[in-house]
């Protein structure tokens, strides 16, 4: 989906009128008020373009804020490793999903109980923000994040844990999935 119209090798200015013609057409993307971004470059080019689509299409500049609490769960030891360094690395200490073999601990790495309250404390944050008040039309928020703190914020809209988080489907580079307040 997005992965192919958006990438950090390619101009931002280039990619818009792509980006938007493929957000107009997707009922979730479509009407977003406000963008929040991790503040790792990846994330943040593709809500730097998004953002350029979204308020071209528009009309009108759609706010980019960077959230530091989006960014990618800190991975301590493991951060650059290859993937066959998982598990030697983090002491067999890890849980099989469907397609990801997540790393419990490793030496100096958020766990997922850290990444869950760092998730709740970014809802609560976004609520106290943008929360529905009784007679208002509720601001359509989009969240450009990384998949571990993704699934953790999941977790909190559904009231998972992060066990369930971590074991329910994957969820693709560029996904969009509505958290519904």
Same mark, same amino acid.
């Given at each position: 989906?997005?992965?192919?119209?958006?990438?950090?090798?390619?101009?931002? +200015? %280039?990619?818009?009128?792509?980006?938007?013609?493929?957000? =107009?057409?997707?009922?979730? #993307? !479509? $009407?977003? &008020?406000?963008?929040?971004?991790?503040?790792?470059?990846?994330?943040?080019?593709?809500?730097?373009?998004?953002?350029?689509?979204?308020?071209?299409?528009?009309?009108?500049?759609?706010?980019?804020?960077?959230?530091?609490?989006?960014?990618? +769960? %800190?991975?301590?030891?493991?951060?650059?490793?290859?993937? =066959?360094?998982?598990?030697? #690395? !983090? $002491?067999? &200490?890890?849980?099989?999903?469907?397609?990801?073999?997540?790393?419990?601990?490793?030496?100096?790495?958020?766990?997922?109980?850290?990444?869950?309250?760092?998730?709740?404390?970014?809802?609560?944050?976004?609520?106290?923000?943008?929360?529905?008040?009784?007679?208002?039309?509720?601001?359509?928020?989009?969240?450009?994040?990384?998949?571990?703190?993704?699934?953790?914020?999941?977790?909190?809209?559904?009231?998972?844990?992060?066990?369930?988080?971590?074991?329910?489907?994957?969820?693709?580079?560029?996904?969009?999935?509505?958290?519904?307040?």
């Amino acid at each position: 989906m997005l992965r192919s119209l958006v990438g950090s090798e390619m101009c931002i +200015r %280039d990619r818009a009128k792509e980006v938007a013609a493929h957000i =107009s057409g997707d009922p979730v #993307l !479509s $009407g977003i &008020d406000l963008i929040y971004s991790s503040p790792l470059q990846r994330a943040h080019t593709t809500a730097s373009t998004i953002q350029a689509a979204l308020s071209a299409a528009n009309k009108t500049a759609v706010p980019l804020t960077v959230l530091d609490d989006l960014i990618e +769960r %800190d991975f301590g030891v493991l951060s650059g490793r290859p993937y =066959s360094d998982i598990v030697p #690395l !983090s $002491g067999g &200490d890890t849980l099989q999903s469907d397609k990801v073999n997540y790393f419990l601990s490793a030496e100096g790495s958020e766990t997922f109980p850290e990444c869950l309250a760092r998730a709740e404390r970014t809802i609560l944050h976004l609520l106290s923000e943008h929360g529905v008040e009784e007679g208002t039309t509720p601001k359509k928020v989009l969240l450009v994040c990384h998949g571990d703190i993704g699934k953790m914020l999941l977790a909190v809209r559904k009231g998972w844990t992060w066990k369930e988080a971590l074991l329910s489907p994957y969820i693709a580079n560029t996904a969009v999935l509505p958290l519904q307040w």
